[in-house]
């Protein structure tokens, strides 16, 4: 098999304005859950009348949290690794090895459940079998006598991610435990494991802390973890997280849903589309801002074609040749250039050339003025837009100044508009600055909507097109506007305002689900619920007897209406006629004149107002045989020689 991309190809790329933001996405992760199991991460919520309430303990939450998040993340993101460790469990095993190995003296009562790796199907199989199955559960989980050593777990993950992903940009351990302080008698194992933590950073592994509180209980970061988790102060936060405890009650939402949210909030690394962006706010006042792209279409991932190799399945990979039309003899990719149409001839760039077409200055994003956000209308948005958050690493004290822009523009709310390059190759955009304040979510805590700056770009004058001439729209009566008001007033969502994370893609998950069915030999299914879908009982509920109501106004208006501008109420003097007595004349059926009996005036007439394409490809065909020239191709090229044709004759 040849290279997936040939050569030619990805040098034109390189030249397309458009960065390609799943390139952000799909950099590799490696992430290894450490699971506690303690007698106190084993026992059970207290009892609760609640529906909601989970019956889990901490620690079989925490192992089905990474089963799910497992099975997510094999199919978001096949490239990335993930490992479970068990900590302070009475048996040990190290990568492949039993109890018996040195593996269990190296590292005794560290369990690595399943090893760092790009999940399989038997890795999910192994979580899911523990998750239900109850006596692999208590035969697994048991907890070791003595307390569990934290700098044996940091060195056991310590190697892990030094022999299974050496190379990762991303590496980050997530610990999951209640104790709070572990080593409170032992002040050398407490330096022990600080030196080990130390290690990991020094590594470039990440510490996620997921703490858990119980109901008699409050779990408190300052007695061990503030020096076991290291952050770099130069570095600074790159978005604003936000610190949480997790409950293990028998209340409200259950550990395991608390879980897997805060889990999914932190899986994802967050990198940066460009950094250290210079930010210029006026003469000689200039910060750095990193952006990032937090909206991103999720879709199901491409479909491959494989082989049969022997008794492996191989992925197949294409390859694409360009050929000469005529002899069929293949192109070289030097023979190749980029050329664009003008008039009817094609104009030629060398490389030189068309990286100068390109190039318009150094990135930058400069304020040219403030406008209050009232001005900005709903519809000049033509892109996504972007999220920017200060950085210290180009100019100190970015931070500050950032957050006095970000506070001045929420308060009085107005917006900045900027020119906006964002890499050295990108043609320039005009952006509004907008600010969002933080929101958090109602039941978890987590943040749902960071602080900072959104740069939205809107249209230049070459972007806008007229709209189409459309008839003058009727205007309602006020007492049908009125009714529809208290039905709009009785179907607002709970606050006025749209959370996208109540609201997943039904056609997505669905895929998902029958993936993961067929990968893990499981029966598909059943459709889960469509949260999409209107409740129309609690519709009818709330707003059914407004609804009537407008209906009925809306009846009555119609037959005034009618009655007022056509006669009858029924509109039977529009049927009659303007005098009530001759039908209206029948339209006379035109036949459409077709391309071989057009003149050449006509032909060009029908050219210039670009309404050639309505013809059908066989009346094209026959035209250009008529003309001597190719029928083969696509609609386009037959349109495009048709074209090409009247310009040169």
Not at 246 to 269: C, E, R, T, W
Not at 477 to 505: C, F, G, H, W
Request: proline share 6%; net charge negative.
């Amino acid at each position: 098999m040849a290279e997936s991309e040939p050569s030619w190809k990805a040098e034109e790329e390189e030249d397309e304005e458009d960065y390609d933001e799943n390139n952000y996405l799909s950099q590799k992760d490696a992430v290894l859950f450490a699971i506690d199991v303690s007698s106190s991460m084993l026992a059970p919520p207290p009892p609760s009348d609640d529906k909601k309430a989970g019956k889990d303990s901490p620690t079989l939450a925490a192992i089905k949290c990474a089963y799910e998040i497992m099975t997510q993340r094999i199919i978001s993101s096949p490239k990335d690794m993930m490992g479970v460790l068990l900590f302070g469990t009475e048996k040990s095993k190290f990568q492949n090895e039993d109890t018996s190995s040195r593996g269990s003296i190296a590292y005794p009562h560290c369990y690595l459940l399943c090893d760092l790796g790009i999940p399989s199907a038997a890795d999910v199989k192994e979580l899911l079998k523990i998750g239900e199955n109850k006596t692999d559960a208590e035969e697994l989980l048991v907890p070791s006598e003595e307390p569990a050593s934290m700098s044996n777990m940091l060195f056991c993950a310590n190697q892990i991610f030094t022999t299974r992903a050496p190379n990762f940009g991303s590496r980050r351990l997530f610990i999951i435990t209640d104790r709070d302080d572990p080593h409170s008698l032992d002040k050398a194992a407490r330096s022990q494991a600080t030196v080990r933590a130390k290690d990991l950073y020094d590594l470039g592994v990440i510490i996620d802390l997921f703490p858990i509180s119980h109901p008699n209980h409050e779990f408190d970061r300052s007695k061990f973890y503030d020096d076991i988790i290291y952050r770099d102060p130069a570095e600074g936060e790159d978005l604003a997280v936000v610190s949480s405890n997790l409950k293990s009650s028998g209340d409200g939402i259950s550990l395991l849903n608390s879980l897997i949210s805060d889990i999914n909030s932190k899986q994802v690394a967050k990198r940066t589309l460009f950094s250290n962006l210079p930010f210029e706010l006026g003469p000689n006042i200039t910060i750095s801002v990193k952006g990032y792209n937090l909206l991103q279409k999720q879709e199901p991932a491409r479909s491959c074609f494989i082989y049969e190799q022997g008794e492996k399945l191989q992925m197949a990979e294409g390859v694409t040749h360009k050929f000469r039309e005529g002899d069929n003899s293949l192109v070289d990719k030097t023979e190749i250039k980029r050329a664009y149409k003008f008039g009817g001839s094609q104009v030629v760039f060398t490389a030189d050339q068309q990286k100068k077409l390109k190039s318009w200055e150094s990135p930058v994003l400069r304020i040219i003025g403030f406008k209050p956000q009232s001005m900005l209308p709903t519809w000049a948005s033509v892109k996504k837009a972007t999220f920017i958050y200060p950085s210290e690493d180009g100019y100190i004290g970015s931070t500050r100044t950032f957050a006095a822009l970000w506070q001045k523009l929420l308060k009085d709310k107005i917006m900045g508009v900027a020119w906006f390059i964002a890499r050295s190759n990108a043609a320039p955009l005009i952006v509004a600055i907008l600010p969002s304040a933080e929101r958090f979510d109602d039941v978890l805590g987590a943040q749902v909507i960071p602080p900072g700056l959104w740069l939205y770009p809107i249209p230049f004058a070459d972007d806008i097109r007229e709209p189409p001439q459309v008839p003058k729209p009727l205007v309602a009566p006020e007492e049908l506007i009125d009714q529809m008001r208290m039905v709009v007033r009785q179907l607002q969502l709970p606050k006025a305002i749209y959370d996208p994370t109540k609201y997943s893609n039904p056609a997505l998950q669905w895929h998902y689900k029958v993936l993961q069915a067929l990968a893990l030999d499981e029966e598909v299914p059943e459709q889960s619920e469509d949260k999409t879908i209107p409740k129309y009982r609690q519709i009818n509920k709330r707003a059914g007897e407004y609804i009537k109501n407008w209906g009925e106004i809306l009846e009555e208006q119609s037959r005034a209406y009618a009655k007022a501008h056509y006669g009858d109420s029924d509109g039977a003097k529009l049927k009659r006629g303007s005098d009530g007595d001759e039908a209206p004349q029948k339209r006379i059926k035109t036949e459409k004149k077709g391309l071989e009996g057009m003149s050449h005036n006509d032909l060009k007439k029908v050219v210039t107002a670009g309404n050639i394409s309505k013809y059908t490809i066989p009346e094209l065909r026959d035209w250009l045989v008529s003309k001597g020239l190719t029928s083969a191709g696509k609609k386009g090229d037959l349109v495009e020689r048709v074209e090409q044709w009247v310009e040169d004759n």
